[in-house]
C-alpha cells in the first residue's frame, strides 16, 4: 500500500509578521498636552480667519478725495472717488452712494489725495469763507516761498518789521488756497491766503508792501 504525503504549502508554519505599531514619542501624558496643543492651533487659526472675514465684511464705501483739493475748491465730479475702508463711528465722511450729492459744494478745508471727504466741511459757495476767516491774496517774489510749495499747504506768514518799528517778525498762521504764476515776472507766484479774519488786516497790508514770506509748516503746526 502505498502513502500518500501532501506537502504544506509553502510559508506554512510561519507566523505572519505585523507592522510594527506606530506610536507617538514620549510618555502618555506628554503625548496629551501635544494633541491639545495642536488642537488649541488650530482652532485659534480658524478663529483669525472667521475675525479677517468679519472684519473686511465691515469695511464701507466713503468718498475720498482723487488729488489734493485745496479749500475753497468747489468739488467736480472728477475731484472724488470711492474707496472700502473702516471707519469709526466718531468720523465724519460722506458715504459712497452720496458722491453725486455733493458735486457744486465748496470744501472749507483742505483735503489731500486719499483722504475722507468729511461731510461737515462742505458747504454751498455763499458760505466760504466761514464768518471767522478771510481771503488774503499777494504777490511773492522768488525767495519768499518755498519752491515746492502747493494749494492746500499750511503756512506761516511772516511779516516783516518796518525799519523804524519796534520788535521782530511776526508770523500768522494760514493756509495756501490757491498758488498760480505771476506771468508779470519770472519765478514770481500769486497766492490766496486763509487765514483768521483778525489777521487779514496785518497781512493784507503787509502784503501789499511787499513784507511777508511763507514758511511752510506742519498741517496741525501753528505759526
Not at 452712494?97 to 486719499?114: A, K, N, S
Not at 488774503?136 to 506768514?157: E, H, I, K, M, Y
Not at 483778525?198 to 498741517?219: E, T, Y
Amino acid at each position: 500500500m502505498v502513502e500518500t504525503t501532501t506537502a504544506p504549502p509553502p510559508g506554512a508554519g510561519r507566523q505572519k509578521q505585523q507592522p510594527p505599531a506606530v506610536r507617538l514619542a514620549g510618555g502618555g501624558a506628554r503625548r496629551w498636552r501635544w494633541l491639545v496643543l495642536a488642537l488649541t492651533l488650530t482652532t485659534a487659526g480658524a478663529l483669525s480667519g472667521v475675525i479677517a472675514l468679519e472684519r473686511l465684511d465691515e469695511r464701507t464705501g466713503v468718498v475720498v478725495a482723487d488729488s489734493d483739493l485745496p479749500a475753497g475748491h468747489v468739488l467736480d465730479v472728477s475731484d472724488l472717488r470711492v474707496s472700502a475702508m473702516t471707519v469709526s463711528s466718531d468720523v465724519s465722511f460722506v458715504a459712497a452712494e452720496r458722491l453725486e450729492e455733493i458735486v457744486g459744494q465748496t470744501l472749507t478745508i483742505p483735503v489731500v489725495e486719499g483722504g475722507l471727504v468729511p461731510e461737515t466741511v462742505l458747504g454751498a459757495d455763499a458760505e466760504f469763507p466761514e464768518a471767522d476767516r478771510a481771503m488774503v491774496g499777494a504777490t511773492l517774489q522768488p525767495g519768499r516761498f518755498p519752491a515746492s510749495l502747493g494749494a492746500g499747504a499750511a503756512v506761516s506768514v511772516v511779516v516783516s518789521a518796518d525799519e523804524d518799528a519796534e520788535g521782530g517778525p511776526q508770523a500768522y498762521a494760514a493756509l495756501v488756497r490757491s498758488l498760480t504764476p505771476d506771468p508779470g515776472v519770472e519765478g514770481a507766484v500769486t497766492v490766496e491766503l486763509l487765514l483768521a479774519s483778525a489777521d487779514a488786516a496785518r497781512v493784507a497790508a503787509a502784503a501789499s508792501a511787499g513784507q511777508i514770506s511763507l514758511v511752510q509748516v506742519h498741517p496741525r503746526g501753528g505759526a
